[in-house]
Each structure stands twice: as C-alpha cells, then as structure tokens.
C-alpha cells in the first residue's frame, strides 16, 4: 500500500506558515486595523532559514512519495486501490500546496504591494522648520515590516518623507517641527506597529 502523503504535505505548509508569520503578521495587523500587533512573530526571524529548509524537505520527501515507482510488492494487493485516488491524495492537491508554501516563503519579497502608497505633496514648509531625524526600531524582520513603520510615519501630520531598514533597524523621517515632535513620531510607530523606537 502506497504510504499516504497527505501528512507530510501538511507538514510541509505549516512549516511554511511558521517561517512566514514575521512576515506577514505586519500586512495582517494593518489590514485588520490592529497594528500594535505587527511585531508579535518576531523572535520566529532567526529560525526562519531551519523552518524554510524544514518546509523545503517534507514537501520534497512528500513528492517523492508520490512520485516514486510503486514496487512489486504494491502493484499486486493494489486491487482495490485503482480506482481513482481522493482529491486530498492527489498530485494536484500537493500541487496546491507546494504553490501556497512556495508563495507563502518568499512572501517577505513582495508583502510592500499590501501597504498603499501615501506619498505627501508638501505645499508650504519653511526651510528653517525642516528636521531629519533617523530612529533606531528593534523588531523589524523584512520588507513588511518597513512599509508597516514607512506607512505609519507617513500618516502623520507635518511628517513629509519616511523611509526604514529591517536590515539596520532604523526609520529616517523628515518632517516639519512647528507641526509634530519626534518624540510624537517615535510613540506612533510605537503605537502603531508595536516595535521598540529609540533616538
């Protein structure tokens, strides 16, 4: 009897929901309205290579049991099992789950497309109110979690640019001081996404 693959298929897309969670846990929290949550899957960021190596082995030992030659042994008592396997069993069910786990871990590459682009027209600013300060924010784990500070910044008033790094953990913000403080715009992206800013 052909071993049924369906448990190492869902393996398989747990593990990659595992590994995804960091990332996709900013995009939810900010589609749900509850953004204080965003950086609650962040310790998952260091296990993220195991869990993705994880999910990459238990589909492919679940393919390969798909796909490898039934012995002799098997052919003879697989009588009954000729008739047509259920859909959970079959080639395009694993399909299926290989495509979402696949989509799933690379997710981090294309999560900005879920932020809108809120970029600010400035009319009247005077120069000597400008002010650029860069932020130090722990938590940020991927591109989700840039857009998630970037876009929270860029919803406040009197902030006219914003950009941030997962890599170095820091948001840059130029905004206009007579209307907002720093200090305002460090407790909303606190607030806002739940990650620890610091000057």
Known sequence: MKPNNN????????????ASLCCITPVMAFVAGASGIAATFSWIEPFRPYLIGLTVAVLGFAWYQKLKPRSAEEIACACEED?????????????????VAGALLF????????FPNNEKQVLVVQESNLQEVQLTVQGMTCTGCEEHVKHTALQLDGVLEATASYKEGTAKVKFDKSTISIDKIGQAIEEETGYKVTQ
Do not use: M
């Open 7 to 18: 448990s190492a298929a869902s393996i398989g897309l747990l593990t990659a929901i595992t």
């Open 83 to 99: 008739e047509k396997p259920a859909f959970w069993q079959s080639k395009k069910f694993l399909a299926i789950i290989t495509v």
């Open 107 to 114: 997710f981090p590459s294309y999560s900005s497309v879920f």
